[in-house]
């Protein structure tokens, strides 16, 4: 058993090494001062002022932040009505129908995704540019957030709800004070997820974004093809410790939530 143990480990070692030794290869070569990715000659934040000296970049930045924000919120809010919708249905062939549909974002392929929502906007009418950009992000990050919430409700006792009914509670009573506290982990889970999702998110927005509008996903890849250049390597660090920022920040959100839970389990 210890044997297996020390394999177990060593095996996830080599995961994590496989997976993370690309990213600090490039954010090595974010401070090289030789301009390449190879030969490393010196330590230089020249590439870091670059990235704040360049004005259409940091319009892009901020697209790309008001675009995450506004699509986690409303994302948020509609999947978590989705999630209750879905909790209250008693059928169970009509709940695996809903579950399946929510699903089909998610498994199908991005390419696909970003296709049928450019046709759509397309015939719709609808310019390329912020609000096809927000409506998509609204749209692949909805089931995310439908994911992350329903099991919260699955997890809640049916007789906290009766108990609260039959104390007088009104039914914007027991969804206010009983059923939405008890699921807020998961909706912060949702919302972190979908906004994560949403910076990251490439393949969808390549296909609704306009002439006049970008995010950053967009812009690196648009760099990328021009050749190699260390300011990509310095932004893409940046996102990526923007990106550990917030995992840092959900999980003592919701460390504190557990803590919470588990006070008012005790009294």
Do not use: C
């Not at 319009?59 to 978590?80: D, E, H, P, R």
């Not at 329903?150 to 009573?173: C, F, H, V, Y």
Request: without cysteine; aromatic residues 14%; glycine residues 6%.
């Amino acid at each position: 058993m210890k044997r297996k143990g020390i394999f177990s480990n060593l095996y996830l070692v080599i995961i994590f090494i496989i997976l993370y030794a690309p990213i600090f290869y490039l954010m090595l070569y974010s401070f090289n001062s030789g301009g390449a990715m190879h030969d490393f000659e010196g330590f230089t934040l020249e590439w870091y002022k670059e990235v704040f000296h360049d004005t259409r970049l940091l319009i892009i930045v901020l697209n790309t932040v008001v675009i995450a924000l506004l699509s986690a919120a409303l994302s948020t809010i509609l999947g978590v009505v989705g999630a209750l919708a879905i909790y209250i249905v008693r059928k169970r062939q009509t709940k695996n129908t809903l579950l399946t549909l929510n699903n089909v974002l998610i498994v199908s392929p991005d390419v696909i995704i970003g296709a049928s929502f450019l046709i759509f906007f397309t015939i719709l009418g609808i310019k390329l540019g912020f609000t096809s950009v927000l409506l998509s992000h609204i749209a692949f990050s909805v089931p995310i957030v439908v994911l992350m919430v329903l099991p919260k409700l699955q997890e809640m006792s049916p007789t906290l709800i009766d108990a609260a009914r039959d104390l007088g509670a009104s039914r914007w009573n027991v969804l206010s004070k009983v059923v939405l506290p008890f699921i807020t982990p998961g909706i912060f889970a949702g919302f972190f997820m979908a906004l994560t999702y949403s910076l990251d998110d490439f393949a969808v927005t390549f296909f609704v974004t306009g002439n006049g509008f970008s995010t950053l996903s967009v812009e690196i890849y648009s760099r990328a093809r021009q050749g190699i250049s260390l300011s990509i390597n310095a932004l893409s660090t940046l996102i990526f410790l923007f990106t550990i920022v917030l995992v840092i920040s959900y999980y003592f959100i919701n460390q504190r939530n557990n803590r919470q839970s588990g006070m008012g389990v005790k009294k």
